[in-house]
Every structure is written in structure tokens, then in C-alpha cells.
């Protein structure tokens, strides 16, 4: 079974996954006791994670431990390099990143955001499969989970499951082919 590039994001129903500031504090609008929306269980088929620098310091900034520790962990960075005790500085090629770490054995490669790591796999197509949980808020601006200038493509929805707190996640495969006006109903 060959590793999975998974993006496993939250975005608010208006397509949103953050303020303009970094803020993300209308995610706890569907906080329950008890409920992760399957997130344990996704990040036991994970051995990976690929993040953007922004995503990290936000991730930082909680004040909490690392919740990537025992994986392998990379920051896509554009002035960072190195690492630090969580994870190792990137700053080359995310396709040449991909294609190693599918020649390696290993779990699934969880793509942990942000939006500018999300554009820039998605515009070499290396996301296989995405699971986005969308949130019953609308930010009204912020920054986007999904670029507008992303090119088009078709993904097939895989599983749709949706939650008393009004969460509603969708599980979508990547498929080879580019929409054609013809498959448009």
C-alpha cells in the first residue's frame, strides 16, 4: 500500500480557515466533550506531517506540547532552515519532498496547512485525499483554505459525516481527471 498525501483541515462554512489576523477562535463553536471528529483516529494512520511556517507558529503560540511529537514533522518555509526539537526546516521543492517520502515506507503524509502549503501542493497536485470538517460560522473575510487562483479539477466524495454540533465533514479523493464542460449536468 503506497503512503497518502491527506490534507485533514477545518474551514468555517464560508470557506475561511482564519482571520486576517491568524485568528482562529470561532473553531471552538463546535467544541464538545468527548468529540474529535474522528481526529484521533486519522492521526494514527499518520507517521508524517508537512505544515506551513505560519501554521507552526500558530501551533506554538498555543502554549501546549507539540502535538506532532514521534512524527516526522516538516515546515515549509521560505527563510527558515535547520530545525528545532518538533521539526525540520524545508524550503526546496514539495514535489521533490513528496516523491521521497512516498519512496520511503511509512504511514500516510498528513498536510497540517496552511493555506499557502495547501496552494502550492495542490498546484502540483500531490494532495491525494482531503478531509475538510466545515464549521457552522461564517468569518465574512480572512484567509482562505483555497486559493482563487487554484486550477480545476475533479475529486470524488468518499464519505460525508455530520455532527449534533452542526460540523459536517467531507472526505474527498483526488482524481486524475480535469473537469470538461461536457461532465457539467
Request: net charge negative; charged share 25%.
Amino acid at each position: 500500500m503506497s503512503r497518502k498525501v491527506v490534507l485533514y483541515i477545518a474551514m468555517s462554512a464560508d470557506g475561511y480557515i482564519a482571520k486576517h489576523d491568524g485568528n482562529i477562535d470561532w473553531l471552538s463553536v463546535v467544541d464538545k466533550p468527548g468529540e474529535d471528529y474522528g481526529y484521533n483516529d486519522f492521526v494514527s494512520t499518520v507517521d508524517t506531517v508537512i505544515m506551513g511556517r505560519k501554521t507552526y507558529d500558530k501551533v506554538l503560540s498555543f502554549g501546549v506540547d507539540f502535538p506532532h511529537k514521534g512524527r516526522k514533522c516538516y515546515v515549509w518555509s521560505h527563510s527558515k532552515t535547520g530545525g528545532d526539537e518538533n521539526v525540520t526546516y524545508y524550503n526546496g521543492s514539495l514535489t521533490d519532498l513528496i516523491a521521497k517520502l512516498k519512496d520511503e515506507p511509512g504511514k500516510n503524509i498528513f498536510i497540517d496547512g496552511g493555506a499557502e502549503t495547501v496552494a502550492a501542493l495542490m498546484k502540483e497536485d500531490l494532495i491525494d485525499n482531503y478531509i475538510i470538517s466545515i464549521i457552522p460560522w461564517f468569518t465574512g473575510s480572512g484567509i482562505r483554505l483555497f486559493s482563487s487562483d487554484m486550477s480545476e479539477g475533479r475529486i470524488s466524495l468518499t464519505r460525508s459525516l455530520t455532527f449534533p454540533t452542526g460540523l459536517v465533514q467531507l472526505w474527498y479523493g483526488r482524481t486524475s481527471s480535469i473537469v470538461q464542460t461536457s461532465d457539467i449536468v
